[in-house]
């Protein structure tokens, strides 16, 4: 590899740079969510870095404001580290996607991390409903969610990872993921889990693992207590190609986990429990956003 001059380097925006030589991104994004007069409004949006949200948009009406958080360089390599805090305010809703799927790099050595932290306030609404996340083969990644809701707070939400680009021919043979989600309600907690699989783990191959798949996905809902018959509901919604399990370890918890050889198809299925789930639990039909289509 040629080596660039100090002078030079230092001269050059960052994207410009090999992977390899550009300095780590330290980015973070603190957003506020509010309601007023039956509007849900970003009422504060502060950045530092690589994170912005791209648009508010209002597809459902004034009172679900949706954002679409981007990260402008397009990927995530080793060393960046991305830290994400969100607060929907009382009795406001806000769903939080992003306008495609994120990439974690083959790392030299550095760990590449991300960290979301989301508030859902009393009477407040979250869907938290970002695309999948492409761990290429040698990425070292850690992931962290907490997701903490007040008493009478709802949200949705799910976490899709794909290990390696199988349509590539890639299989996640070196690196590490690391991904830890913990939900809370009332300051208690709900729900915790860590996954770590390290690159050519017998894991990624076991029929007590992944099972030879590559694409792993984990949907919840917290809020009002779930009957059985939306269970269900949610149980019986087509699945071709992929695994899957409902369950609802405890009332107004509900867990989706799902395994499978597409993200396409993985995100699919979430997208129908989601539109399922969201008349007789949020009050109103859901629209998926149109960033997806595009």
């Not at 590899?1 to 780590?24: E, K, N, S």
């Not at 690589?50 to 990260?71: F, T």
């Not at 040698?138 to 007040?150: H, I, N, S």
Request: hydrophobic share 45%.
């Amino acid at each position: 590899m040629a080596l660039v001059p100090a002078p030079l380097m230092q001269a050059l925006p960052q994207t410009a740079l090999p992977l390899a030589m550009r300095p780590p991104w330290r980015a973070r994004l603190d957003l506020a969510v509010a309601e007023s007069q039956g509007r849900s409004v970003l009422r504060a949006c502060r950045h530092d870095g690589p994170l912005r949200v791209q648009k508010v948009l209002y597809p459902d009406g004034p009172a679900l404001a949706q954002l679409i958080l981007l990260h402008p360089p397009g990927g995530i390599a080793g060393g960046d580290e991305l830290q994400i805090e969100a607060g929907i305010g009382a009795d406001a809703h806000a769903l939080l996607t992003t306008p495609g799927a994120g990439k974690w790099y083959r790392s030299t050595g550095r760990v590449a991390r991300q960290s979301v932290h989301l508030r859902v306030s009393e009477g407040a609404t979250l869907d938290w409903l970002p695309q999948e996340s492409i761990v290429f083969d040698g990425a070292l990644v850690e992931q962290r969610l907490r997701v903490d809701c007040a008493p009478t707070a709802r949200c949705c939400g799910w976490d899709i990872a794909v290990l390696g680009r199988r349509a590539r021919g890639e299989r996640f043979s070196r690196g590490r993921w690391l991904q830890r989600i913990e939900l809370f309600r009332e300051q208690r907690l709900l729900w915790s889990e860590q996954a770590r699989v390290d690159g050519g783990d017998a894991l990624l191959d076991s029929v007590v693992g992944w099972n030879g798949l590559h694409v792993s996905g984990l949907m919840w809902w917290v809020g009002d207590p779930i009957d059985e018959a939306l269970l269900d509901a949610v149980r019986a919604l087509p699945a071709a190609g992929l695994h899957y399990g409902v369950t609802s370890p405890q009332p107004g918890l509900l867990l989706l986990r799902a395994l499978g050889a597409s993200a396409e198809r993985l995100r699919a299925l979430f997208t129908a429990a989601w539109l399922l789930l969201r008349s007789p639990l949020f009050g109103h039909a859901a629209l998926p956003p149109r960033i997806w289509s595009t």
